[in-house]
């Protein structure tokens, strides 16, 4: 992100969460007779959840959080041996806004909503936004990411790209498992937080891009709260030797 200044975007099929953007988080079976005509009621249910089940297929998701020390992203995502970033969303979604695929859904932050059932709304009876809604339910064991997320409906093929270790060697890759790298401008990126566990290395090297990247940006390094089990973070001296 900081060497490229751009956001990875990702098929919804290919997250983590194998309930992430399913069409089965929406109730489609108490079709109401007069939605039938000469259809059957059997009918009628897949012709309305074949479009979601397409939604999910078809759509690519940039993964974001509102917070920066939580302990356990921190411990499953790179072992605090990484960084995480700050972006300035204002700044981010005049980039975004520019950004054309078939549509341009999520200019502005949609926040995640966390249950602890699938309380599934009834698709011909309850009065919901149900592509957000598809889009932005997960289970209540995933609050703890306070995710905010921004998605791109099918993609431009210009805005498309394979990550370094996927490769054509057995066949062809399947279109959804490529991934959206939009570019955005380097003043979206106004802060970095260094992992506890981050080499010096690799320390010197990512404050050496961000700065070129943004001469403004803040730089952090995360530390152990004394007193307890939390993560502290501390403006250092960013300049480079």
Known sequence: MLYYSNLQFTNA???????????????????????????????????RRYPFRRNREKVWICSLSKIYDSILMWSYYNKHKGICIGLDMEKVQKYLSRIQGSVMTGCSEVEVQYKDIVEKPDYFRDAKDFFHYQLSTKAMAWEHEQEVRLFIFDPLPTYMSLLPEQNDDKGPIDWKEVRAFPKIGGECFESV??????????????????????????????????NAFRLKAELINTAVN
Not at 27 to 34: A, E, I, R
Not at 196 to 222: C, F, G, H, T, W
């Open 13 to 47: 099929t290919q997250l983590n969460d194998p309930f992430d953007c399913h069409p089965s988080l929406i109730d489609f079976s108490n079709v109401p007779k007069d939605a039938c005509g000469k259809w059957t009621p059997e009918i009628i249910e897949e012709l």
């Open 193 to 226: 937080y260094l992992g506890i566990n981050m080499n010096a290395d690799e320390k010197s090297k990512i404050i050496s891009v961000s700065r070129e990247l943004n001469p403004d940006i803040k730089i952090y390094q995360m530390g152990i709260e004394a």
